[in-house]
Antibody, heavy 119, light 113 residues
């Protein structure tokens, strides 16, 4: 069964860069033919789509975050990663990694990792 | 950006009764290649990640109980739970995947009356 697990820093200082890695088990990123993505959820609030990455490294990113977001994939480790630069308190959220389905809905989700931006 | 608006924000329904959640898109999300609406529904239970229930507005994800159904016409969509069970307590979100940035509704909190 496909499983995704995020690992993140927990606490990031304002203006610094947030980095989160998602490790996939029970399936191969490289041979799946699917995109892998990120969604975040500020505490007590709704869901925001961040973007997605293909095993080849192709990405598509929410234009509201595009200038600050980088996504990468490491098929050899079955991992993909999110980097968000110049963070502020508004970036405090539960960050989920997820697998896209046949189209751009998400059919598998990680448990999420809470990242708090605070000095 | 396509705005997804759900109603109501919260809903209390008795066990065994029908629950209906609405979602409206600010523009058409009809995918011309297959003539289907690019809409998904998710269930998020407390402390858990979202779970896919429905995609293409009415296709149930494998393993989802058949009491969950989705429908839609034009830019208006509905998630129906035919007979509410205690384990259905959750927040429900719709999502459009027609055009980026993909957007979610604000969520509907379903409570047991």
């Amino acid at each position: 069964q496909l499983q995704l697990q995020e690992s993140g820093p927990g606490l990031v200082k304002p203006s610094e860069t947030l980095s989160i890695t998602c490790t996939v088990s029970g399936g191969s990123i490289g041979s799946s033919g699917y995109f892998w993505g990120w969604v975040r959820q500020p505490p007590g609030r709704g869901l925001e789509w961040i973007g997605g990455v293909y095993y080849s490294g192709s990405t598509y990113i929410n234009r509201s975050l595009k200038s600050r977001v980088a996504m990468s994939v490491d098929p050899s480790k079955n991992q993909f990663s999110l980097r968000l630069s110049s963070v502020t308190a508004a970036d405090t959220a539960l960050y989920y990694c997820a697998k896209y389905g046949d189209y751009d809905y998400f059919d598998h989700w990680g448990q999420g990792t809470l990242v708090t931006v605070s000095s | 950006d396509i705005v997804m608006t759900q109603s109501p924000d919260s809903l209390a329904v008795s066990l065994g009764e029908r629950a209906t959640i609405n979602c409206k898109s600010s523009q058409s999300i009809l995918y011309s290649s297959n003539n289907k609406k690019s809409l998904a529904w998710y269930q998020q239970k407390p402390g858990q990640p979202p779970k896919l229930l429905i995609y293409w507005a009415s296709t149930r994800e494998a393993g989802v109980p058949d009491r969950f159904s989705g429908s839609g016409s034009g830019t208006d969509f509905t998630l129906t739970i035919s007979s509410l069970q205690a384990e259905d307590l959750a927040v429900y979100y719709c999502q459009q995947y027609y055009s980026t940035p993909y957007t979610f509704g604000q969520g509907t909190k379903l409570e047991i009356k």
